[in-house]
């Protein structure tokens, strides 16, 4: 999937891709035979310890981690937002604190609002990434709000190319989102010009798809291998649990 092709998607939020992994409790067995504990290094904390994947994610924890996570999130979607509120806070201090697992963030983007979105969080590199990312799921209604305002469409109205980004970023408000959390404004700009950084992004959602069948968001991989039915924290934890977490 080019570029061009994630510019020409509706700017709609097609709500109908997310949450395609939805269902009942993961069919995942009996908990297994359960891994050890790694505590950070002194002065450290798994959580706040992220990497940029040669895959393109941005991964949280133990490099070493036995159970290795992956989601595909995308940034407008509503169930994404939910487990970011529901999930994170638990997996964080429950599996990822204790070395056990890692969590490696992949963005799945459907539309160029989407790739706003990520170009934006991914902008100030990996230390506030997470951060950035949160923040954004838990204003989501907000922003999209914004973006989808009467005000918005006429400002976006006949906004294409290299300009489409810049006007969604200032329509919906994530450009002032990120300078007030230390990302400059030039920085910004150069991260929503930046054509191989979409590029990359786009193919991404390309191997995801091909690869794993990645047909909604959120997704979850563990240990490379697509969790069924588990969009959700009360799906996707006894799936952890299973691989010994």
């Known amino acids: 999937m080019r570029i061009t092709t994630v510019l020409a998607l509706s700017l709609s939020i097609a709500l109908a891709a997310c949450g395609g992994s939805e269902g009942g409790n993961t069919s995942a067995g009996a908990d297994g035979p359960k891994v050890a504990a790694t505590p950070a290094p002194a ?3 798994w959580t706040t310890t992220v990497v940029k994947t040669p895959e393109g994610g941005f991964r949280m924890g133990n490099p070493n981690a ?3 996570l992956v989601e595909f ?3 407008t979607c509503s169930h994404c937002a939910d487990f970011a509120t529901t999930g994170i806070p638990a997996l964080k201090r429950d599996y990822i604190a204790t070395g056990k697992v ?3 963030y992949r963005n799945f983007v459907r539309d160029s609002f989407d790739l706003t979105a990520s170009l934006i969080a ?5 230390a506030p990434f997470f951060a950035l990312t949160e923040q954004m799921f838990a204003t989501q209604a907000e922003w999209i709000g914004r973006a989808q305002s009467p005000e918005a469409e006429q400002a976006l109205r006949g906004a294409a190319g290299p300009a489409l980004l810049p006007a969604l970023a ?3 408000g994530l450009d002032q989102f990120a300078r007030q959390r ?3 404004a030039d920085k910004i700009a150069a991260c929503l010009k930046d054509q191989a950084e979409a590029e990359r992004l ?3 959602v390309e191997t995801a798809s091909e690869k794993y069948n990645i047909t909604g968001t959120p997704s979850f991989l563990i240990n490379d291998e697509l969790v069924p039915n588990a969009a959700a924290w009360p799906q996707l934890e006894p799936a952890l649990k299973a691989a010994g977490a």
Do not use: F, H, T, Y
């Open 43 to 45: 002065g450290q904390d």
């Open 66 to 68: 036995p159970i290795k």
């Open 73 to 75: 999130g995308s940034m």
């Open 102 to 104: 890692s969590l490696e």
């Open 122 to 126: 991914r902008c100030g590199g990996e």
């Open 170 to 172: 200032k329509a919906s």
């Open 182 to 184: 230390g990302v400059s």
């Open 202 to 204: 786009a193919k991404g």
